[in-house]
Nanobody, 119 residues
Framework: QVQLVESGGGLVQPGGSLRLSCTAS????????MEWYRQAPGKPRDVVAS???????DYADSVKGRFTISRDNAKNAVYLQMNSLKPEDTAVYYC?????????????WGQGTQVTVSS
């Protein structure tokens, strides 16, 4: 099993910044990708950004140029730097980890952290 602990959410004014962190523990071998999702009230959970073990990144169009995903393999951590935040970025943000093993692919979710962008 993999346990994911997220932190860094909160209330910020439009145009502000936040940095989310997610640390993995437990059976953390063979992590192939780490991602951030978000879910606003009444909307589906959508991917925001992803990063592979090799460092390749991908972003949702709505956050390109404003958000940066990074990872520290030594700490088994993934981060999401969010700049120029907008009210529409308000959501619960979830860390998502994928492990690829000979027996198959396994995925894990964090508990979520609330991000609220409001004046």
């Amino acid at each position: 099993q993999v346990q994911l602990v997220e932190s860094g959410g909160g209330l910020v004014q439009p145009g502000g910044s936040l940095r989310l962190s997610c640390t993995a523990s437990g059976s953390i071998g063979s992590i192939s990708a780490m991602e951030w999702y978000r879910q606003a009230p009444g909307k589906p959970r959508d991917v925001v950004a992803s990063i592979t073990i090799g460092g390749r990144t991908d972003y949702a169009d709505s956050v390109k140029g404003r958000f940066t995903i990074s990872r520290d393999n030594a700490k088994n951590a993934v981060y999401l730097q969010m700049n120029s935040l907008k009210p529409e970025d308000t959501a619960v943000y979830y860390c998502y980890v994928i492990r690829t093993l000979p027996s198959g692919t396994y995925d894990y979710w964090g508990q979520g952290t609330q991000v609220t962008v409001s004046s």
